[in-house]
């Protein structure tokens, strides 16, 4: 946690936050503040600052918060992801919104098991807990959105060309692809297969409406990898 | 596995290995190979090529074995990665291992709890269990060298000098460092402190070994997202 998501229910005054849960039982645990130190903080969708230790009891932390910061950019990125396996999903989650991602589709593909769907994980609650828990991780603020699609078909041809319009269309693909671009500033739109990959089918739908096939190398990466190695080839520092 | 790694022993004959372990339970459950489809396989520290499947059991299968190409080019890189926690470790060693890191050197740090070097995951078996599955995962078969390194001081003044003489050295830190520098083939040599960041002391002392501090941007990432960023950034596709 390298920032403390606060959130307006935390506000007992304009400038004042008491916090009683998780994040307090963490921050006692790891930080153990002494009165008057600064603690990062940031307001759920808002801005960054530093929070000052007033009180710490064993059961809650008070701090006078000073927000002045803008967080950190977001990537020029929507990344379609192939639903993953529930355990990878999470951490997926995370990695994608600690690195600034804010449009995110999971969707369906051919070797997504269909059991997935049912996972807990994608309750919205939950869903939530991934994506706060990748904010505090990153120091910043802004929640993403997470957009479910459960069908790949209507999905590809009804909704994607209107998201992939005037973007860097991409689909990372193993074979018969060009190596990953450059980093560029420009909005991209980002597609990401399941492990095993997309189906040939599937490739060429997204090539169809407009999407290059790029790989990353001749080392087949499990997804949890590829995701950062391919947004830290597409964008820069 | 999208790679049967292969050991001398799984040899029958010049041409011939059959298989009744761990990888032989993936086989059957995941590929469910009928007779005469040709599997990935490699030798360990040698070629790759493909197993034609000539009988598969309900004990063992058996693969004729030709094996012609050089598996993947190696990354130029001595990772020097303060030790992470257990759960982190394993994951990252599969990941260091299977986006081709030959030389792994395991240091402390001060912020790397003690605890964490009593870990089981350290023992010989295991640690090389990890390296394994990260070279069946990207289809290389070269096994890399991990080095403990229980103390800091005497390993950055005795060996480090040695280790990262006419490298391109980089200490990976977000603050006061310089942008994370474009890909390079040649030689490099990058510390990775853990979560919590080198001390200052810490990266005095790889600067007065010659290292560069360079950050990856303004985010905080999990070191287990950060090896992968670096990876991706300082070697081309």
């Known amino acids: 946690m390298n920032l403390i998501l606060l959130f307006e229910s935390d506000f007992t005054a304009t400038d004042t936050v008491i916090i009683n849960d998780r994040r307090f039982h963490h921050i006692r645990q790891f930080h153990q503040p002494a009165q008057g130190q600064r603690l990062k903080v940031g307001l759920l969708n808002g801005k960054t600052g530093s929070g000052i230790v007033i009180s710490l009891t064993e059961q809650s932390i008070t701090l006078e918060v000073l927000l002045e910061n803008q967080p950190p950019a977001a990537l020029p990125l929507t990344l379609l992801l192939a639903l993953p396996r529930p355990k990878m999903l999470k951490r ?23 059991s997935y769907w049912s996972t807990p994980v994608l309750q919205q609650d939950n869903l939530r807990e991934q994506l706060l828990l990748g904010l505090e991780q990153s120091g910043d603020t802004v929640l993403p959105e997470v957009h479910l699609r459960k069908r790949f078909k209507p999905f590809v041809e009804d909704e994607l060309p209107q998201i992939a319009r005037q973007t860097r269309a991409l689909v990372a693909h193993p074979y018969h692809a060009s190596p990953c671009p450059g980093a560029s ?39 949890e990898n590829a995701v950062p190695v391919l947004l830290a080839r597409l964008f820069p520092v």
């Open 92 to 114: 997926t989650l995370q990695t994608i919104t600690s690195m600034g991602v804010k449009q995110i589709y999971l969707i369906n593909s051919y070797k997504v098991d269909k």
């Open 185 to 223: 500033t420009g909005e991209t739109t980002l597609a990401i297969g399941p492990e095993g990959g997309f189906i040939p089918y599937e490739v060429e739908k997204f090539q169809a409406t407009g999407f290059e096939a790029i790989h990353i190398g001749q080392r087949i990466l499990r997804v």
